[in-house]
């Protein structure tokens, strides 16, 4: 399938579909747990990424958190 | 090395001194390490020890920047009572890779900026050429 990933054209070989956590596994995100995904301009809760399906055409969006702090 | 226009430079030092005694955040945007934007971000935590950006903030941010050709070149926030140097808080949560990580300090009676590269876990300082 063919998707847009944070902007850029993306091909996922053998896959109509995929889970948002297959995905992430396949781009070879690490530490997942950190990652905001934005799916279709639609911010995901963290709970949906195993139910949550991308497809061919869609576009996906994900980012790191960012956050620290001085203590 | 990050060069960063002197303007955006004085912003950075008036952002953090608007926002004492509070933490405050921003991303910094250009190309191959030069800073030709600067973007206020809310810090969720509102906290003088900690910040958190809101993710639909920075997904218009990184979007905006990437319409314009740029990318997200730094993260900076500010220490408003300690030292211009990664925390341990810092240093574990400097995730998103290939950027800068700028800190202004207002613990001193002159604001200190300093840059710094973190890559998984390991802290280096960053030269910082003002443009």
Redesign the interface.
Known sequence: MQLTVNGKQTSIADQETLSVTSLLETLQVSQREYVTVELNGEILDRADFDGATVKSGDAVEFLYFMGGGAA | MLKLPRAIFDALIVHAREGFPL?V?GILGGLDGEVSGHFPMINL?A???????D??E??GV??EL?AKGLAMVA?Y?S????PAR??A??IR????PDISHVIVSLAEPEPVLKSFRITDGVVEPEEISLI
């Open positions: 933490e955040c935590d906290s003088s020890e900690h910040f958190m950006m993710p639909k920075q997904f990184i979007k990437r993260v926030h220490h408003p009572a300690s990664p925390s808080e810092d949560l400097a995730l998103t």
